[in-house]
């Protein structure tokens, strides 16, 4: 069983990834990051020593969270994962609340403006998640898996930036039809 220490430190993360995910890295202060978790801005500097330092990981942590749902596909899915991701991360992943979104979605338009060791953290674990995605598709050696995770990603953000729930489903499915085209 976890430590009391190891609980609390979970329970900052938890906070700052909803936190960091609907606010942005500049919306969150260190004290409404403390404050979501039910800590004091003291208990929050002796678990993360700055806030750069708690945002590094957070990122580390969401882009991992990817990549254990990338996994999670392959194994419960076979040979159908990919469909059934894309099916998931267009739909249910684009349509949850934003303090619940993919990190790649929220958190990489932070992740250009933070420092350059966050960046490279968050381009090491992004490899880690090409890798994984690029083992699930052996077999299908005409996907790009750049251009798949850039048009995922890209493609849920801009459908969650639009108001118009119409065109963002559009967006969504031109999304997955450009990815995954019908047969003929």
């Known amino acids: 069983m976890p430590s009391k220490k190891e609980q609390t430190h979970q329970r900052i993360l938890e906070s700052m990834h909803k936190t960091f995910r609907q606010n942005g890295y500049d919306g969150a202060g260190v004290n409404s990051l ?3 978790a039910g800590v004091t801005s003291g208990a929050f500097y002796a678990h993360f020593g700055s806030k750069p330092n708690a945002f590094r990981e957070v990122v580390t942590e969401g882009v991992n969270q990817l990549d254990s749902a990338l ?7 076979g040979d159908q994962w990919l469909d059934k991701f894309i ?9 949850s ?8 979605q929220s958190l ?7 420092d350059d060791e966050t960046r490279s953290t968050f381009e090491a674990s992004l490899l880690k998640v090409v890798e ?20 995922l990603i890209g493609g849920v953000t801009l459908a969650r930036a639009v108001k118009d729930p119409q065109v963002a ?3 969504a499915t031109s999304v997955q039809q450009h990815i995954i085209p019908k047969p003929e």
């Not at 996994?71 to 899915?77: K, L, N």
């Not at 990489?108 to 933070?114: L, Q, Y």
């Open 71 to 77: 996994q999670s596909f392959q194994e419960r899915h």
């Open 97 to 104: 609340d934003l303090s619940e979104s993919c990190a790649l």
């Open 108 to 114: 990489t338009p932070e992740v250009i403006r933070a």
């Open 132 to 151: 994984t995605f690029e083992q699930g598709t052996k077999e299908r050696n005409e996907l790009n898996t750049w251009a798949t995770l850039a048009t």
């Open 34 to 36: 403390a404050n979501g």
């Open 87 to 95: 099916s998931f991360y267009l739909q249910e992943k684009r349509c």
């Open 169 to 171: 489903e559009e967006i």
